[in-house]
């Protein structure tokens, strides 16, 4: 069974242009998470998603970054325009749902490194 | 609100030498606390888990107890290998936190033949 998917690897771009991150969850997974981990510090929790709806956006930093995932599959990070301080690893985890009162296992992708000149 | 503090890298250790890495954390609720490793050029996997007090996680050789008493679950390892040269990261989910998982800031851990 394939894992989590994150597309780029890699991305350097200049501040003030766009950059979208594409993420694949494992088949089957309605959670979808994103993550940030900026300049080596913890690594910030930035929303949820079930199925295509947002559950948890409280870690969006600005409205400079949008979230997308239509028809619930994949989903896209999209900074729009970027600043120095966006520079870092972004990364996604799917989970399954199997209710409230279980531990739904995060799987993590293995990140996307951004870098903003 | 939830946090994890653990302690701060990079540690350096020979082949064989024992490992502790602390991590103490802030909570309402009752978290499920977890030891997540990223290996170079990997991406996050789960190491260990436990989801009640004195709970001992355990995997590959590291153990982590759930001490609510201290709030702690420091990770160890008896005898690390090079192989266990990663960045470690303590982290909990639930209680007031509800899904999301709140991270430490990671520890590099390199190990020296």
């Known amino acids: 069974e394939a894992g989590v998917t994150q597309f780029p690897s890699h991305s350097v771009i200049e501040k003030g242009q766009t950059v979208t991150l594409r993420c694949d969850p494992i088949?089957?997974?309605?959670?979808l998470y994103w993550y940030r981990r900026v300049m080596g510090k913890e690594i910030k929790f930035l929303l949820h998603f079930v199925k295509e709806s947002k559950q948890d956006e409280s870690g969006m930093p600005n409205n400079r970054f949008l979230a997308e995932r239509t028809g619930g599959t994949y989903s896209t990070l999209k900074v729009q325009p970027a600043e120095l301080e966006d520079s870092g690893v972004y990364f996604c985890a799917s989970s399954q749902d199997r209710g409230v009162a279980s531990y739904n296992e995060q799987f993590f992708g293995p990140g996307t490194r951004l870098t903003v000149l | 609100g939830n946090s994890v503090t653990q302690m701060e890298g990079p540690v350096t250790l020979s082949e064989e030498a024992f490992l502790t890495i602390n991590c103490t954390y802030t909570a309402t609720g009752y978290p499920s606390l977890f030891w997540y490793v990223q290996y170079p050029g990997e991406g996050l996997q789960l190491l260990l888990k436990?989801?009640?007090?004195?709970d001992k996680g355990s995997n590959k050789g590291f153990e982590a107890t759930y001490r609510k008493e201290t709030t702690s679950f420091h990770l160890e390892k008896g005898s690390v290998q090079v192989s266990d040269s990663a960045v470690y990261f303590c982290a909990l989910s639930g209680g007031s936190s509800a899904s999301k998982i709140i991270f430490g800031s990671g520890t590099r851990l390199s190990i020296r033949p």
């Open positions: 088949s089957g997974h309605d959670n």
């Open positions: 436990a989801t009640k007090a004195d």
